[in-house]
C-alpha cells in the first residue's frame, strides 16, 4: 500500500475522460488500497481514480475514514439509476484542499457499481453517503465541484482558489 500524491485543480488529469475499468487483477487491487489508504491519511471520505492521476473510471468511498471495514465502499463503472430529493449541502474536496462551498444534491440514490471483484452490485444510498457518492461518481465523469456554481457563487469561489493558488498553499506535490 502506498500513500498517493492528490492532484489540486487546475491538473488537467482531473478533467480528463476516465477509461472503463476492465481488469479486476493485481494492478486494479493495488490501486484500490492505494486509493483507500491515501483518502484515510487526507483524510478525506472518498477518493476517485482521476485524482491520483490515473484516468480510470473507479473510486473508493468511506465514511467511518479508516475505522470500520464494513464501511468501504469500491464503485468501479459506476452508474446511478435514480436519485430522490434534493438539499444544498456544504462540500469540499480534497484537489480544492480547505476550500468549501454549498452544493444542490440528491437526499437518495440508487447506484449500479462493480466492486473489487468485478461483481456487479446495487445499492440505495441517503444522505452523506449518497452526497459521497454523487461526488465521487462526478469526479468519474470529470465533473468538479466548481461546475456546479453558477454566476456569482462560481466567481467568488474561483477567487478564494486564485487566493489559495497565490499564497502557495495549493503546491501539488505530483
Ligand atoms: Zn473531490
Known amino acids: ?23 479486476f487483477g493485481e494492478e486494479l ?18 477518493l476517485a481514480a482521476p485524482q491520483v492521476g490515473i484516468n480510470l473510471r473507479i473510486a473508493t468511498v468511506d465514511l467511518s475514514v479508516g ?20 438539499a ?7 484537489s480544492f484542499p480547505g476550500l468549501f462551498t454549498t452544493i444542490e444534491r440528491p437526499t437518495a440514490l440508487r447506484v449500479r457499481a462493480q466492486d473489487n471483484g468485478g461483481r456487479w452490485r446495487e445499492f440505495e444510498a441517503e444522505g ?4 459521497t457518492v454523487c461526488h465521487e461518481v462526478d469526479h468519474l465523469n470529470g465533473v468538479l465541484i466548481v461546475h ?24 501539488s506535490t505530483a
Open 128 to 131: 452523506l453517503l449518497a452526497q
Open 148 to 171: 456546479h456554481l453558477r454566476s456569482m457563487k462560481r466567481r467568488l469561489f474561483m477567487r478564494r482558489v486564485e487566493k489559495m493558488r497565490k499564497l502557495g498553499v495549493w503546491q
Open 29 to 46: 487491487q493495488s490501486l484500490i488500497e492505494d486509493l483507500f489508504e491515501t483518502g484515510w491519511e487526507a483524510p478525506g471520505l472518498g
Open 1 to 23: 500500500m502506498a500513500i498517493l500524491p492528490i492532484l489540486v485543480y487546475g491538473d488537467p488529469r482531473l478533467e480528463a475522460a476516465n477509461q472503463p475499468v476492465e481488469d
Open 88 to 94: 444544498s449541502l456544504e462540500e469540499g474536496c480534497l
Open 67 to 86: 475505522k470500520d471495514p464494513e464501511a468501504r465502499v469500491v464503485l468501479a463503472n459506476p452508474e446511478i439509476i435514480f436519485c430522490r430529493g434534493k
